[in-house]
């Protein structure tokens, strides 16, 4: 991605992405604004960045997980904007907001959780603030480089749409907190400890990925953001989705089909990719990845994103954060 | 600054200081923070970073300054930590949190002015994000390049030490609005529309700086973190502090010495340097710059800092961020 190819407004619809296209009409310079990552090119290669806030009582509780959980989570959502981009971590910088009278041990925690997540992606703790507020909130920045990093807007029809690992996780948990009960133990490490997908988003990157975007709103709303930002249509065939067992049992509570509870749920830290109709090599990516990566989906001329469920159309909603 | 130059605490006195102590404790590989920037080696110079959060209530109250005003100075404030570095700003990221129920025009109005103040320093806005939370709260990332960045460290006996622009303005301000005033234009000016020393800092750089730093937590606060990061003593001759005219009647009605409260008060955003005794230019400064740089102290061996009023020494206090 470089400046004159980010002038796209790489955004699906919603009224959170309508808020940041307004943003956008203020800024007329703000090319990066939309993408994963704003880059930069430096020394031969591009610096890449993304900041990533997450607030108590918005992104999580701390009913739910401890302060260093809180501060792993944070960060390795912001490292995922770089795992999307295939770039490599250097560095994270955190801005805590802490209420006047919560105990210094959560934020030493937190700030443990932060310097956890960091050093597990190999990248440094290069700075931060600090400062009293009425809730928790904690702001990561991530800066990484890449020699060629992959943007939303690349995708082109023929493509196939490819996502890593499993999705639904993090809205099983969730769905157990807010009904009072303890989520399944692999739903609930979904949410508290996600993984950047680092390593992912570079091999796939040299097999040829066109376009690439991290799971945060879910593929209900993400799909929509690659499509709008290469300007191609998508077909997704849910059927074909990976879910995490866990999701099986909230999908029932609800009544409503496992796949689509998948689809909506949001904050996976999975990467969708647009990947050339050639690719063929799904092993290969688990072996080295230890992960899997499924064929979900294709990219044809036009625009819009398409859901298929035993081959008929099906309206599903993004995850929204601003709520 | 190199990584391995940074491990040192670069951090006087102070309960907000030694909570960050506490944080770098468990943060063992968190080289650069108690700096004004992160920084890392990169294409042969250095890519310099530095985040801060500003939270209504606490760094500032929409009573005071308009919302536009409230993105030019979390902007300029992150900004003056490039300048402390000598860096030259590439671009910026916001993440705001606002209340669920404010208007949208004033998101709008916060962005421009976070835009202007990047803009206006020669940066792009590379990225941003958005959450509710329960008061509006901006947190700025700044990314520059230096080819030879300054940090606090480098002080050595002999060294004079300078200060750029005039002092106290800003708590001059801050006095007003504290007593239900307006306060006179130029204080109010300081306090909504700080300006980030970029220029300056590059040309004190050219020019021989050792040490630097920008005066965010006031006189009597950052004066120590240079001398703590240094080890070495500094007296500072508060006859010879260039005051802002604003400053006098504030001084006048606390009834302290205006040396004093211009010492005392944080957030001006001027730059504090340490040159070689050699150094005699001042006067070239102002004609580069646009602004006085006034020598007010000296650099022995030693620790600690030493403020003198007609030769007598005097007890001054930090400014407090963390309230």
């Known amino acids: 991605m470089t400046r004159d190819r980010s002038g796209n407004l790489?955004?699906?619809?919603?009224?959170?992405?309508?808020?940041?296209?307004?943003?956008?009409?203020r800024l007329p310079g703000a090319h990066g604004l939309g993408d994963d990552c704003g880059v930069f090119p430096h020394g031969g290669e591009f610096i890449a960045l993304s900041t990533d806030v997450s607030v108590e009582g918005v992104h999580f509780s701390l009913d739910w997980i401890d302060a260093e959980e809180v501060g792993w989570r944070a960060t390795a959502a912001a490292l995922s904007d770089l795992?999307?981009?295939a770039a490599q971590p250097i560095g994270i910088l955190a801005a805590v907001t802490m209420p006047a009278h919560a105990p210094e041990s959560d934020l030493l925690d937190l700030m443990s959780g932060v310097g956890a997540a960091a050093k597990h992606a190999g990248a440094e703790v290069?700075?931060?603030?600090?400062?009293?507020?009425?809730a928790w909130s904690v702001t990561v920045t991530v800066v990484g480089r890449a020699r060629s990093p992959i943007a939303r807007r690349g995708a082109v029809p023929g493509n196939r749409v490819w996502v890593t690992g499993v999705l639904g996780g993090t809205r099983a948990a969730l769905g157990a907190w807010q009904q009072?009960?303890?989520?399944?133990?692999?739903?609930?490490?979904?949410?508290?400890?996600p993984e950047p997908r680092i390593e992912a988003g570079v091999w796939l990157a040299q097999r040829g990925a066109r376009a690439m975007i991290d799971l945060s709103d879910g593929l209900a709303g993400d799909v929509p953001h690659l499509a709008a930002a290469s300007n191609v249509?998508?077909?997704?065939?849910?059927?074909?989705?990976?879910?995490?067992?866990?999701?099986?049992?909230q999908a029932k509570q609800l009544d409503i089909p496992v796949q689509h509870f998948a689809a909506e749920g949001g904050e996976d830290y999975e990467l969708l990719v647009a990947l050339p109709r050639e690719f063929d090599d799904a092993s290969g990516f688990t072996r080295a990845c230890g992960l899997p990566l499924t064929l979900i989906g294709v990219v044809a001329e036009g625009s819009?994103?398409?859901?298929?469920?035993?081959?008929?159309?099906v309206e599903l909603r993004g995850y929204n954060h601003f709520r």
């Open 10 to 25: 790489a955004l699906g619809p919603g009224p959170e992405f309508d808020r940041i296209r307004r943003i956008i009409e």
């Open 83 to 85: 795992a999307a981009e």
């Open 126 to 134: 290069l700075g931060g603030d600090l400062s009293t507020g009425s």
């Open 180 to 193: 009072g009960k303890d989520p399944l133990p692999g739903a609930r490490t979904r949410f508290a400890h």
């Open 233 to 249: 249509a998508i077909t997704i065939d849910l059927d074909a989705l990976p879910i995490a067992v866990e999701a099986q049992a």
């Open 304 to 313: 819009g994103v398409h859901f298929l469920m035993s081959g008929a159309p």
